[in-house]
C-alpha cells in the first residue's frame, strides 16, 4: 500500500515528505494509522548519524495512532483500538527473562538495523528497499507496522494526540526517577536538563514525594515550567555555578541528580553534587565512544552512578499508570506539547532544537 513518510535521504539532511510503499502485515505484524508521533532527540541523532542507522530510511519512535489490519497470530490488539508504540526486545536473553528488555542484548540491532529480524524492510520506495523499523516502528509516517512486543493498547478516554511521548521521553525521564532511583518522600533531587526527560523527572518528582526538586537548565523560559510543573527551586546555570548553587540550596547535595542532557561536563556536576550515599543517574544520549573524568574519591565514599535506559519501564505496565496520573491532574505532561501538521516537520525539528519549544508532536 502507499502510505506518506518523512524520508532521511542522509546524514543531516531535511525530511522529505514521500510517497512510499509499505508491506501488508504479516501473521505477527500489526499495521497502526499513525495519528500524533513525538519527536526526540533520538530522531536527530539518528538522523545525523551521530547514533548509526542506515540511509536512506524513515525514522521516528514516540507513535500513537488506531490499529488499521493484524496478522493472523495477533492476539494482543484489534482494528480499532488506540495503541501507542515502544522498543523492540528480543524476549529471549537474560535480560529479557528478568523482566529488563531494555537491556536486551540485541537492543541495537532490533530497534537501530534498519529491518525486520529476518533482514527484510516493511518499506520501498521506487522498487528499492527503504530502511525502517526504527524502534521497531518508523512513526514519521501515516502508518507503521509494529508487532505486538512493542505496542501498547491505551484507553480512548485520553485524547491519542498527547499519546506519544509517553513511549519513550516522557516515559524515561519519570521512569528514571519512579523505577530507577526511587526517589521517595521527603528526598531530594536535582534534575540537569529541562526538555521533555527532564520536565517528566521533574513532575515525577513530585508525584514521588520529593520536597526538594531542583530543575537545572540554562533557558529562563523552561525553567519557569519546571516551577509551574513542580519543581521548588531552578538554577539557571548560564548565570550561576550549578554545583556551588545546588550544595547551597540542599546543604550537602541532593540524594539523587538525574543527568537528561548527554554532555560530559555537565554528568560531572551531577556527580560532583551527591553527598555521602548520593545516587547519580544518566540518561542523556551521547555519541560512541564518550568519555567523562571523574573523581574517583567521590564514588568511593558510597556514591553510585546508574546508567539507565527508557526509564528501566515495561511499556505495558508503566504507560497506563502515567495516563492514569495525568487523568487525576498529577502528571500534565501535556503543558510540554506543541502541535504540528505532519508536512511541517522540518519546522517542528527546527523549533525543537533552538529551544523555542519543548515537545513537538506531529499531527495527521
Known amino acids: ?12 539532511s531535511a525530511f522529505s515528505i514521500e510517497t512510499v510503499q509499505m508491506d ?5 505484524e500489526i499495521l497502526v494509522r499513525i495519528k500524533a508521533t513525538g519527536i526526540c532527540h533520538t530522531d536527530l541523532s539518528a538522523r545525523n548519524q551521530y547514533i548509526p542507522f542506515p540511509l536512506p530510511g524513515v525514522l521516528g519512535h514516540e507513535g500513537a495512532g488506531i490499529v488499521e489490519k493484524v496478522g493472523s497470530a495477533v492476539t494482543k490488539v484489534k482494528p480499532g483500538d488506540h495503541v501507542t508504540l515502544s522498543w523492540l526486545s528480543c524476549g529471549v536473553c537474560d535480560a529479557c527473562r528478568s523482566g529488563n528488555n531494555v537491556y536486551c542484548k540485541d537492543f541495537l540491532k532490533l530497534n537501530f538495523g534498519g529491518v525486520r529480524q529476518d533482514g527484510t524492510t516493511t518499506m520501498s ?13 518508523s512513526s514519521f509516517a501515516s502508518h507503521a507496522l509494529v508487532i505486538e512486543d512493542n505496542i501498547v493498547k491505551v484507553t480512548d478516554s485520553v485524547p491519542i494526540e498527547i499519546m506519544g511521548p509517553l513511549g ?7 521512569g528514571a526517577v ?4 526511587k526517589a521517595g518522600p521527603g528526598s531530594s533531587i536535582a534534575v540537569f536538563g529541562a526538555g521533555t526527560v527532564g520536565m517528566s523527572a521533574v513532575m515525577a518528582a513530585k508525584v514521588c514525594g520529593c520536597t526538594t526538586i531542583i530543575a537545572v537548565d540554562v533557558k529562563k523560559n523552561r525553567l519557569d515550567m519546571a516551577l509551574e510543573l513542580g519543581a521548588t527551586h531552578v538554577v ?12 547551597e540550596i540542599t546543604k550537602g547535595g541532593p540524594n539523587f541528580s538525574l543527568e537528561c542532557v548527554g ?18 543517574g544518566l540518561v542523556g544520549v551521547v555519541a560512541p ?3 567523562v573524568t571523574l573523581d574517583m574519591n567521590l564514588i568511593m565514599n558510597g556514591r553510585t552512578i546508574k546508567g539507565i535506559i527508557e526509564g528501566d519501564a515495561v511499556p505495558d505496565l508503566f504507560i497506563p499508570k502515567l495516563i492514569e496520573l495525568k487523568e487525576q491532574g498529577r502528571f500534565p505532561y501535556d503543558k510540554l506539547i506543541k502541535y504540528y501538521p505532519f508536512a511541517e516537520i522540518n519546522q517542528a525539528v527546527e523549533d525543537m532544537e533552538k529551544g523555542v519549544v519543548i515537545k513537538p508532536v506531529l499531527t495527521q
Request: contains cysteine.
Open 1 to 12: 500500500m502507499d502510505i506518506k513518510a518523512a524520508v532521511t535521504n542522509g546524514a543531516g
Open 24 to 28: 501488508d502485515p504479516r501473521d505477527n
Open 125 to 137: 520506495r521506487g522498487g528499492k528497499p527503504l530502511h525502517g523499523s526504527f524502534f521497531g516502528q
Open 168 to 174: 519513550c521521553g516522557v516515559m524515561t525521564g519519570a
Open 178 to 181: 519512579m523505577n530507577s532511583l
Open 236 to 247: 539557571n546555570s548560564k548565570d550561576v555555578d550549578p554545583v556551588k548553587t545546588i550544595l
Open 263 to 280: 554532555n560530559p561536563k555537565i554528568f560531572r556536576q551531577a556527580v560532583d553534587i551527591l553527598p555521602l550515599m548520593g545516587v547519580a
Open 289 to 291: 565512544g564518550t568519555e
